[in-house]
Structure formats: structure tokens, C-alpha cells
DNA sequence: TCGCTGTTTAGCTAAACATCGAAATAGGAG
DNA sequence: CTCCTATTTCGATGTTTAGCTAAACAGCGA
């Protein structure tokens, strides 16, 4: 839980877990999208991995990131109520595009 | 928004917002709940009050910290919904005793 | 195997952060 | 005015973090 937070923290994990939202993709394509070099992405792949945030799959020579959506929402939920926020889940998220 | 996301990464500090949901309590009281001294917590009370978190009122010579709900709220709603996560505001928050 | 692309590791610097004890400030009570 | 209590600020220290470049690693295709 304090790993969730502290990967939420930074601005560029938080647009990392945005970008992932609209469906999974490799890290290079993630990393194309900020003005970063690749090995500095890399480090924030790995906070977000080990928050559980994201997770991975191997296609061939490529690395696949998935957002793991309930452990966002499960510490959102937490926080939320654990400082008596009433905030609830609408609905079980599938694929919606905006 | 970035304030926000970086004063919940500590854990002292997210404790301390569950503390303020009981109700405003002082700076002295809120530091007894914590073993650190007196000169860290008030480090942290100034980045809650920094991320709009907590407001204070000064009550003669002690300091009262309030949660500033909808702070939070604003923020957790704001992530949710920029990563696709369905979540809404139960019901406006009153003074509740658990 | 060689070379290409994509990803991670290694080694570093600079900045940010958590923490402390001690000193400074601000009100209230004598 | 002086003292006491509550809180914040100051200066210092050790740790963590974001960032870089360069090197290493892992598959793929020829």
C-alpha cells in the first residue's frame, strides 16, 4: 500500500498508468511519450512493478505493460476510507474508449 | 495536484489525515500519536498544509489542524478518473462518529 | 553467427526528503 | 515584565530519488 502511494507520487508514473489505460503497450512506446531518457523509464517501470500498479508480459523482444486496475482502485478505496472519504466503485471497468 | 499525490506518499502523513477524520485536533496532540519529535511532525504538518490538505486555526497559543476533505477527494476522484476508474463520491461528508 | 532493436543494469551526480536537537517565536498567566 | 507552554524554524546529517551516459543483455531475422 505505501508502494502505491509512493509510485502515485510522480507525475510521470501517473501519466505512464493514463497512457495505459486506453489498453497495453510496450515499454518503448510508453517511454516515446516523455522527454526521458529510456533507462530513467525503465526505473519508473520498476516502481510501478513493484506496487503492483503494472504488470508484464513478453512478446517476443518486446515488454508488454498492463495496468493492474484493482490495485489502484483498492488503494484508492483504502485511503478513501480510511479518512471517511464515502467514494465508491461504479461499475467492474472493461475496455471503454473516451 | 502533484503536492497532494507527493504529501500522501509518506505514511505518517496518511496517517495523520485518518487521525484529523475524528475531528480538528491540535499540533501537540496529533505529534504525540507518532514517535518521532516534535520538529519532524511539524515537517509534515507543513506539507499537508502546503498540499491544501489541512487548514489550521489558531486557538491562542495551540495550532488546530482540520482535514480538508474535499481536497482529497478532489484528488483521488481527479486520478480515478484520468486512469478510467469508476469511482464516485458517495455523499457529501458530515460530522460522523464511527 | 552477426547485427539490429528494445530493455535493463551499473555507476554516477544533484536534488529532495526525513529526521534530529537546539534555538526562536507567540500567547497566556502570574 | 517575566516565565511557561506550544509550535515552528534553523542547521546538520544520512537516505532516497530522478536523472544521465554507457554498457550489458535478450530475441529476432538474415
Given at each position: 500500500m505505501n508502494r502505491v502511494f509512493k509510485a502515485l507520487a510522480d507525475p510521470t508514473r501517473r501519466s505512464v498508468l493514463e497512457l495505459l489505460r486506453e489498453g497495453p503497450m510496450s515499454a518503448g512506446d510508453l517511454a516515446?511519450?516523455?522527454?526521458?531518457s529510456k533507462a530513467t523509464m525503465s526505473a519508473h517501470f520498476a516502481v510501478l512493478r513493484e506496487a503492483s500498479l503494472v504488470d508484464t508480459e513478453k512478446q517476443g523482444t518486446t515488454v508488454i505493460y498492463h495496468l493492474q486496475v484493482s490495485v489502484l482502485e483498492d488503494a484508492l478505496l483504502g485511503l478513501a476510507s480510511a479518512v471517511g472519504l464515502g467514494l465508491t466503485s461504479k461499475q467492474p471497468v472493461k475496455g471503454e474508449k473516451s
Open positions: 516515446g511519450h516523455f522527454p526521458v
